[in-house]
Each structure stands twice: as structure tokens, then as C-alpha cells.
């Protein structure tokens, strides 16, 4: 039987991590327990309203968020906040499938596309990795706000 799972970022402002992630993968950030959504109402808004009744500081609101694919299909992403900064490279990173069925010229040019959607959101470009059939179809890797290696493929 296979098993649910979500990824856990450690992240210095989980708030903002998981606002490029929700943008960079078409997520949404899910409505506190017990609340209505209410139309074009901002979920984050939603959640510090929640936690402000439920008496928690304000300085500990930022604590932890959470992402989740809105078909239901892919991983719920969390959150949570640490103290100390990213410091070596991931041991285990995201791969963004942002050019499925392409391949040469036209892949590489879709990867540059969502490349730059992900700079103009706060992400780095680290490197490009041409084709090399039939081994892969070439890649760029890149960093999020906070440093952690993801790649478009």
C-alpha cells in the first residue's frame, strides 16, 4: 500500500517560502480549520485572522505554512520556520516539470521561459545543462529565495 506525504521545508520566513511555491507550482494555501471560504478572500488573511483568535503571538504567526496542489495530485508542501540559515547544498531537491514532451531547441526555450517567470518571482538562476540524448534532455538549475536547489527539466 502506498502512503500520502507531504516535503518540509526548513525555511527562515515559511510566509514567504510558501508564497513562491504557491506561485512557481499553481498551489494554493489551504483555509484554516472550521473556516468558509469567503469569494476572493486571501487565505493567508484568513490564517492570521485564525491564529490572532486562537490567542497565538504575533511574533510566533509565522511559524509554519503550508501549500497544496489544488487538484489534489501532487505533495502538500510545508513550512516550517528554524533559526539558522541554509548553509550547504540540498541533499534533496525539487524538479519542476516545466517542458513535458519537449525536447531540443523548443524544450529548452519553454525552460527559459518558466526560468525567467521564476527569477521575476524571486528565484536565482544557477546554471543551464544542454541536451545530452538519450542520458537527458537538458535542465536549468536554480535556487528559491532562500537558497534551496530546484530544477526545471
Known sequence: MSRYFQVTFDSHDP??????WRDALGYVHPLPPGVEPAEGADPLDAWDAFLERAGVPEERRNAASAI?????HGPRLFFQQVPEAKVTKNRLHLDVRAAPGLEGGERMAALEAECARLVALGAARVGRHEPAPPMHGGFIVMTDPEGNEFCLD
Open 68 to 72: 497544496e496542489d489544488p487538484d489534489g
Open 15 to 20: 510566509r514567504a517560502l510558501s508564497s513562491f
